[in-house]
């Protein structure tokens, strides 16, 4: 059973940058073939996709994204890893780390991941 924690959200005003990490535990020593994203959800809005990493560490990013944050997981950690620069008030939400047993896609569905942390939320003030 794989456990994800995530941790680093909190305020910030626009502009600003925050990191977001996501520990994952229970994953067998030395296993890389695994993918893992970022999702976030604000109220009113649906969980969207923010990031994805493949296991070969090829990465893919929504649009309103592109150019301000980046997704890594350094291949001798079992950490997931969201940089996020010159963050925008409608960057506020509760920001998910996910886990899935498949690779070799650029992005899976949210119903394709097997493992989900509780979530972090990240405000952006304008």
């Known amino acids: 059973q794989v456990q994800l924690v995530e941790s680093g959200g909190g305020s910030v005003q626009a502009g600003g940058s925050l990191r977001l990490s996501c520990a994952a535990s229970g994953v067998p020593y030395g296993y890389s073939k695994y993918s893992m994203s970022w999702f976030r959800q604000s109220p009113g809005k649906g969980r969207e996709v923010v990031a994805f990493?493949?296991?070969?560490?090829?990465?893919t990013y929504e649009d309103s994204v592109k150019g301000r944050f980046t997704i890594s997981k350094p291949s001798a950690e079992y950490t997931l890893y969201l940089q996020m620069n010159n963050l925008k008030p409608e960057d506020t939400a509760v920001y998910s780390c996910a886990f899935s047993w498949k690779i070799g896609y650029t992005r899976l569905p949210a119903s394709e991941y097997n493992y989900w942390g509780q979530g972090t939320q990240v405000t952006v003030s304008s």
């Open positions: 990493i493949d296991t070969d560490g090829s990465t």
